[in-house]
């Protein structure tokens, strides 16, 4: 069964096959920005070109922001008043708590608008 894109943004695989991961260590180690070189099944380079996922820190940002909202709104619902000190504390929770999985999500979400789906990893030629 073919996996959607969504399910394959937020599993973080590979864009062409799908079935490959794009990272190889858990996301909260010391080296959760580090990406395979290829994909693991079908061989798909990740890095297309050199500062390729640069452009992914424009994800990154909007992401933040969007959590940053959600947290203020929250707050502001709850019917908390919202000080400096919860400014920070989102800040530090939304930022830099959930800073690896927002940046492996930004970096996934760019791959997946420069790479094709082809097929299941087994229906398509591998590349060098």
Same mark, same amino acid.
């Given at each position: 069964?073919?996996?959607? +894109?969504?399910?394959?943004?937020?599993?973080? *695989? %590979?864009? *062409?096959?799908?079935?490959? *991961? !794009?990272?190889?260590?858990?996301?909260?180690?010391?080296?959760? +920005?580090?990406?395979?070189? @290829? %994909?693991? %099944? %079908?061989?798909?380079?990740? /890095?297309?070109?050199?500062?390729?996922?640069?452009?992914?820190?424009?994800?990154?940002?909007? =992401? @933040?922001?969007? +959590?940053? #909202? =959600?947290?203020? /709104?929250?707050?502001?619902?709850?019917?908390?008043? =919202?000080?400096?000190? $919860?400014?920070?504390?989102?800040?530090?929770?939304? &930022? &830099?708590? !959930?800073?690896?999985?927002? #940046?492996? +999500?930004?970096?996934?979400? $760019? =791959?997946? #608008?420069?790479?094709?789906?082809?097929?299941?990893?087994?229906?398509?030629?591998?590349?060098?």
């Amino acid at each position: 069964m073919r996996p959607s +894109l969504a399910q394959s943004i937020f599993s973080m *695989r %590979c864009p *062409r096959c799908r079935e490959g *991961r !794009l990272y190889p260590y858990a996301t909260y180690s010391t080296r959760f +920005l580090t990406t395979h070189r @290829n %994909c693991p %099944c %079908c061989g798909q380079p990740f /890095l297309l070109e050199p500062g390729f996922f640069l452009g992914s820190a424009y994800f990154s940002y909007a =992401i @933040n922001g969007v +959590l940053l #909202l =959600i947290f203020g /709104l929250t707050l502001f619902y709850a019917g908390e008043q =919202i000080t400096v000190g $919860w400014m920070v504390v989102a800040f530090v929770v939304v &930022v &830099v708590g !959930l800073l690896p999985f927002t #940046l492996r +999500l930004s970096k996934a979400l $760019w =791959i997946h #608008l420069f790479v094709r789906y082809e097929g299941a990893c087994q229906d398509i030629p591998k590349k060098d």
